[in-house]
């Protein structure tokens, strides 16, 4: 039976502002989330400060899950997942399972808001010691240190004073499989950079990289500021190993500017991971049978490319980082997209 | 020291001036990153090589602009003191670097590292002008910089190829160009009007620049002086 309602599965950036937006377009909403509570992956790793606006993370993730929970037309389940999905575009039948009890869905149209994972730096290619040293960090690690205005070597509680960034963890690297670039790493290492030495004033920071993609305004928001005003050092080539020397972490690397090989003692070093697509977005795109890439994400683009919340599947959607990397911003913007989508493929059915 | 298996660390950029206490190496370094000038010469570094595609003397020499300026940004000290001694006399000031995106001034970096090794008469700035001593003097004295008979192709290979056919027949050259110089010979500059010179040579002492002059060559220092005091006294 051809259904008005469109399900969201996901509860992080992507899918609140898909469930907000279709609201506000006068459609009826399930929002169902794996969790306990909502915010996503910001919420779950203790982001700290967002790269836009520097506005801190929780308060902008409460403001977005405040306007879904207090919509009427919103209904949210918590710790819930989907089993199964049946029917076509304009009546879908999900089977889900909310808090242990299963139940049934009737949708005319899904978005797929199931986002992704930071990258294990335990399947790096290079010899970076993440589950051997304990000042081997990596960007969601300081993130929270960062948040709570403490950062400090795990290792002994001291303040860090020399600290070394390490780019494209687990991202542009044929040997892991992960070809494609993660497109935020860039910002927010500049941005933790920035954080780490206004909270260290004394400390000296290096990021070593391949190529920095600061993309738009992350140039003028976060690169250029990064350098010139808080005297972040970017040196381009990557480190090989982490190796240990007494107490601190040696690293080893070509310093290509210079054109030689290069060692250099650290007190804390950060692993820039990258994305991968979540547990739940594999899950969620094989139950669905939606298209995957190589790389798990999943495919969307549509027949002509340029349609950048469509499936493989007529009346599922697909917005944010469930698609492949993505920032808040993207993912955002897609979400109103896929909400409009989402809507328009039921009032085509019923129409 | 002889590198042995022991003390070789291919990590380590070699040490070129062990003599010289990292302290002073350091005591040089601020006293550039103090200029008032620095701040404006040098932003942060993309590493996009543009200066060095433009700059004439980065194809002719061991002489990169672009690491000049990110060894004063990463306050490599011991790179620094290389440089200071070495790479600042391969940079032929002509400031097409400026170009910078980021708008750098690595020239200007040249610049300030080079008026700094010049007032701590480094023995190697000494060293490195000596050869000078004559252009100074025209410069200074006359106004001018090159005469004609300088144009040889093994000093000044950054000049181009012309140089050698230039040099090979000066003889015709002027003849063909009649040049106002001043004993219509090609050893000499091109002629400068008196009142100009005046003021150049109240510039050089009202700005400094006779001190550093002696601080790198006194009987330099001292032949100039007395020409242009007594030009300047007869006003």
């Known amino acids: 039976m051809t259904s008005g309602k469109v399900l969201i599965i996901g509860g992080g950036p992507s899918g609140l502002e898909s469930a907000r937006c279709v609201a506000e377009l006068g459609g009826e909403v399930v929002l169902i989330e794996k969790r306990e509570r909502l915010g996503g992956t910001p919420d779950r790793e203790s982001y700290a400060k967002l790269t836009h606006h520097w506005r801190d993370a929780s308060e902008a993730m409460a403001e977005m899950a405040e306007s879904v929970t207090g919509n009427k037309k919103i209904e949210v389940k918590y710790s819930a997942e989907v089993k199964s999905i049946s029917g076509e575009a304009g009546s879908f039948q999900v089977q889900i399972e909310a808090g242990g009890i299963a139940e049934s869905i009737e949708a005319g149209a899904v978005i797929v808001a199931t986002g992704f994972q930071h990258f294990d730096p335990g399947r790096a290619t290079q010899y970076y010691n993440y589950y051997s040293f304990p000042d081997v960090i990596t960007l969601t690690d300081l993130e929270k240190m960062l948040k709570e205005n403490k950062v400090v070597r795990p290792s002994n509680g001291e303040t860090p004073k020399k600290i070394a960034f390490i780019q494209c963890v687990g991202s542009r690297d044929r040997q892991i499989g992960n070809e494609y670039c993660s497109k935020v790493c860039c910002g927010i290492a500049g941005k933790q950079a920035i954080e780490l030495r206004e909270q260290i004033p004394d400390s000296k920071v290096m990021i070593f990289y391949i190529d920095m993609r600061m993309y738009g305004y992350w140039e003028n928001e976060i690169y250029w500021p990064a350098q010139e005003k808080y005297k972040v050092n970017f040196v381009k080539g990557v480190i090989s190993e982490v190796l240990k020397k007494g107490d601190k972490l040696l690293i080893r690397g070509e310093d290509t500017t210079m054109s030689r090989p290069m060692e250099v003692t650290m007190d804390l070093v950060v692993l820039s991971v990258g994305m991968e697509p979540s547990a739940g977005t594999r899950a969620v795109a094989q139950l669905m049978g939606i298209q995957q890439n190589k790389y798990g994400f999943i495919e969307s683009g549509g027949a002509g490319g340029l349609d950048p919340v469509a499936t493989s599947r007529p009346g599922i959607f697909v917005a944010g980082a469930a698609s492949g990397p993505s920032d808040l911003d993207d993912s955002i913007a897609q979400a109103g997209l896929a909400a409009a989508r989402s809507l328009a493929s039921i009032r085509k059915v019923m129409a | ?235």
């Open chain 2, 1 to 235: 020291m002889p590198t042995t298996l022991e003390n070789w660390n291919p990590g380590k950029a070699e040490n070129r001036h062990p003599h010289v206490a990292y302290e002073e190496k350091e005591r040089l370094f601020l006293e550039v990153k103090n200029d008032m000038r620095y701040s404006d010469f040098l932003y942060g570094c993309y590493e996009c090589g543009i200066c060095v595609a433009t700059c004439p003397s980065a194809r002719f020499y061991d002489f990169s602009p672009r690491v000049i300026a990110q060894s004063m940004a990463r306050e490599d000290v011991e790179r620094v003191y290389d440089i200071i001694t070495e790479d600042i006399w391969n940079c032929a000031q002509c400031f097409s670097c400026v170009r910078c995106p980021r708008q750098n001034n690595p020239g200007g970096l040249v610049t300030i590292l080079r008026e700094v090794s010049l007032k701590n008469g480094l023995q190697e700035t000494k060293d490195a002008l000596q050869g000078y001593s004559r252009v100074i003097y025209k410069v200074m004295l006359k106004g001018n910089q090159v005469s004609p008979d300088m144009l040889q192709p093994d000093f000044f290979p950054d000049w181009g190829p012309w140089v050698t056919e230039f040099s090979a027949n000066m003889q015709v050259w002027r003849k063909a160009i009649p040049m106002d110089s001043i004993r219509g010979v090609t050893d000499a500059a091109w002629r400068t009007d008196r009142k100009t010179l005046l003021e150049l040579y109240t510039i050089w002492f009202e700005s400094g620049n006779m001190e550093i002059i002696k601080e790198l060559d006194e009987s330099l220092y001292d032949l100039l002086t007395e020409v242009m005091q007594e030009e300047l006294e007869e006003g």
